[in-house]
């Protein structure tokens, strides 16, 4: 089983800033199977990146994912209020598959 | 519009069972693998299981396995998930959701429903 660490747990930044969110995996994500989600309170996952750097239809070019092997990254550019929310990396290259657990993004 | 709707959920007593629905609609439902991922309350998310689309292969998170038995009908565009000696733990909101798949390439979980949500005590 392959373990997805998030780092940060918790990131504190403040509107127009850059946000980089962090995904380490235990062994190498084949394929380069791997997944980003945005969670908002209240709500099911949305999906905003597959293939680790492919953008999901409907999301802002203000995000961006890049990565291979066991680093990945989601960057934010610009932050906008709606972006303080969580986000969680999965990989779904092989079952059984695993979600990190999560960096809350958070107004500083 | 595609979409999937999840039922079923409700409070069920530590060692019952119960089972949860998906009905799928707006997609070819019978194409795709479909997974179950579940979010306990005020904690992450955890991928439960998943069925291809023939449903001649179920995969299982360790902590379900033996206990929870993914299914499908393609005839009626349905999903379900048959939980057996619940447990306190599996207490969350259930998703379900489709795997994304153009061809050979796989592209992560891109249709979500709202989740039903079991609670599991006595």
């Known amino acids: 089983e392959i373990v997805l660490t998030q780092s940060p747990g918790t990131l504190s930044l403040s509107p127009g800033e850059r946000a980089t969110l962090s995904c380490r995996a235990s062994q190498t994500v084949s394929s380069n199977y791997l997944a980003w989600y945005q969670q908002k309170p209240g709500q099911a996952p949305r999906l905003l990146f597959y293939g680790a750097s492919s953008r999901a239809t409907g999301i802002p070019d203000r995000f961006s994912g890049r990565g291979s092997g066991t680093d990945f990254t989601l960057t934010i550019s610009r932050l906008e209020p709606e972006d303080f929310v969580v986000y969680y990396c999965?990989?779904?290259?092989?079952?059984?598959?695993?979600f990190g657990q999560g960096t809350k993004l958070e107004i500083k | 519009e595609v979409q999937v709707v999840e039922s079923g959920g409700g409070l069920v007593q530590p060692g019952k069972s119960l089972e949860v629905s998906c009905a799928a609609s707006?997609?070819?439902?019978?194409?795709?693998?479909m997974s179950w991922v579940r979010q306990a309350p005020g904690k992450g998310l955890e991928w439960v299981a998943n069925?291809?689309?023939?449903?001649?292969?179920?995969y299982y998170v360790d902590s379900v396995k033996g206990r929870f038995t993914i299914s499908r009908d393609n005839a009626a565009n349905s999903l379900f998930l048959q939980m057996n000696s619940l447990r306190a733990e599996d207490t969350a909101i259930y998703y379900c959701?489709?795997?994304?798949?153009?061809?050979?390439?796989?592209?992560?979980?891109?249709?979500w429903g709202q989740g039903t949500t079991v609670t599991v005590s006595s």
């Open positions: 069925i291809n689309q023939d449903g001649s292969e179920e």
């Open positions: 707006g997609f070819t439902f019978s194409s795709y693998w």
């Open positions: 999965q990989h779904y290259g092989s079952s059984p598959y695993t």
């Open positions: 959701a489709r795997e994304g798949q153009l061809g050979a390439y796989y592209y992560g979980l891109d249709v």
